[in-house]
């Protein structure tokens, strides 16, 4: 059996401590992937990110699955990363593309290259007084604030001009500033997940009672959803707006804007919960990708006939 890397965190990993009110995902996840990896000759292995890196020894491959608290610690998560990557374990997805996500000001390159975004304003920092210039900048009453390095909805807020952050609040961090959008209490936020490349499942993700925000963590829950051709082509083409080409997975979430196109809200390639309950072939799919991606690795790294050949002359 090839051993695979599941990386995860002490708050999602099962164990005697406290865990994330979330960690059930990890176990979902967990339970969908090591039956379809052991029929492709795999072994699942849970490991921390934190552990010592001889920990890893004889571990060929690292998903980067419930890290999730990486987004307070992004250097030492990177330098892990790059170190892990340095003892010859195939990272996915690699450190130079968790270096690209990481930092959330990546959606002003994929706009660039041709993806519908959610209007933005980024900023190093923001008070009630440029909460208010947000407002009159996107000619709405309510705007969202984001980290610009952050996941899971942790450190959001949302403001409206009835309901504005205190005097002397500030964000204390860089942060993008974005209209809310009705529709994702109305309709719910769009999740594409894609393997290799290719689309594998969709998810709709509705908040729940009084929430706008879409995360378990704060009531929201998830239903099944089959995209059409449209909003479909939208996910595809962020996808296609990517700088690499290569990713093992990606999640799109998005979001639809009032003119009625869906929009890029987060384009994930670190740790994405990739949904297996929406996507029961997700295991199977993760599996064949991982298994090829390794087989390819094994035949770049054999020598060539003449090579061999060189080799047994006297």
């Given at each position: 059996m090839i051993r695979i890397g599941f990386l995860a965190c002490a708050d999602t990993l099962p164990g005697d401590g406290p865990r994330r009110g979330d960690a059930f995902e990890h176990d979902l996840e967990v339970a969908a992937l090591r039956p379809a990896f052991e029929n492709a000759g795999l072994e699942l292995h849970e490991i921390d990110w934190r552990a010592p890196l001889e920990?890893?020894?004889?571990?060929?491959?690292?998903?980067?699955?419930?890290?999730?608290?990486?987004?307070?610690?992004?250097?030492?998560?990177?330098?892990?990363?790059?170190?892990?990557?340095?003892?010859?374990?195939q990272v996915c997805n690699p450190p130079e593309v968790v270096r690209w996500n990481v930092d959330k000001r990546y959606l002003k390159e994929l706009e660039k290259n041709g993806a519908t975004s959610v209007p933005t304003l980024w900023r190093t920092d923001i008070d009630r007084a440029g909460i208010e210039a947000a407002m009159e900048h996107f000619d709405?009453?309510?705007?969202?604030?984001?980290?610009?390095v952050g996941a899971g909805g942790l450190g959001q807020y949302s403001f409206s001009r009835d309901d504005l952050p205190d005097e002397g609040w500030s964000m204390g961090r860089a942060c993008m500033v974005q209209p809310f959008l009705p529709s994702i209490v109305d309709e719910g936020e769009y999740t594409f997940v894609f393997v290799d490349g290719a689309f594998s499942h969709g998810v709709l993700k509705r908040a729940g009672e009084g929430e706008y925000r879409i995360q378990s963590l704060y009531g929201g829950y998830e239903c099944d959803y089959a995209p059409d051709p449209q909003d479909l082509a939208r996910a595809e083409a962020v996808v296609a707006a990517l700088p690499f080409a290569d990713l093992l997975y990606c999640r799109i979430d998005m979001a639809r804007l009032p003119s009625g196109d869906l929009a890029v809200m987060e384009a994930e390639a670190i740790e994405p919960y990739l949904y297996p309950?929406?996507?029961?072939?997700?295991?199977?799919?993760?599996?064949?990708?991982?298994?090829?991606?390794?087989?390819?690795?094994?035949?770049?790294?054999?020598?060539?006939?003449?090579?061999?050949a060189a080799l047994r002359q006297p």
């Open positions: 920990d890893f020894d004889g571990i060929a491959l690292i998903l980067l699955g419930t890290a999730w608290d990486y987004q307070d610690h992004p250097d030492a998560f990177l330098a892990k990363l790059e170190a892990l990557a340095a003892r010859g374990i709405t009453d309510r705007v969202v604030v984001k980290r610009q309950q929406q996507g029961p072939g997700l295991g199977q799919r993760l599996a064949q990708a991982i298994a090829a991606r390794l087989a390819d690795r094994a035949v770049a790294a054999a020598p060539s006939p003449s090579t061999r």
